[in-house]
């Protein structure tokens, strides 16, 4: 596999009805999706295997996760969820939250 530049601009697609997963880069046991979320959309708090980072890269919102009250989260910010932990999203503003959703 080569070396790869993206553009996330690239890769912006929104839903009126839910939050939008756009895979960006799929390789061997790890892979990049963009998240696109429209104000008043939400990822509910989930599970599973593998570790997640979140970069935000346009918008605010909140970090959800269960028995925790939710973290404000803007560009720049960087979610560490480590395999086992839950973790979800919501854009409780007025304008799209755009995040690159990396497995490893």
């Known amino acids: 596999m080569k070396n790869l530049i993206l553009d996330f601009n690239d890769f912006k697609a929104f839903n009126n009805d839910k939050p939008n997963k756009v895979t960006m880069w799929k390789g061997e046991g790890s892979g990049m999706n963009l998240m696109n979320l429209k104000p008043g959309q939400e990822i509910k708090p989930h599970i599973h295997d593998g570790d997640h980072i979140w970069v935000v890269l346009e918008g605010s919102g909140e970090f ?26 919501r854009n409780n503003t007025d304008g799209n939250l755009v995040f690159a959703s990396i497995t490893v």
């Open 64 to 89: 959800l996760s269960s028995g925790d009250k939710a973290e404000a989260i803007t560009v720049g910010s960087i979610v560490v969820a480590p395999s086992g932990e839950e973790h979800g999203a």
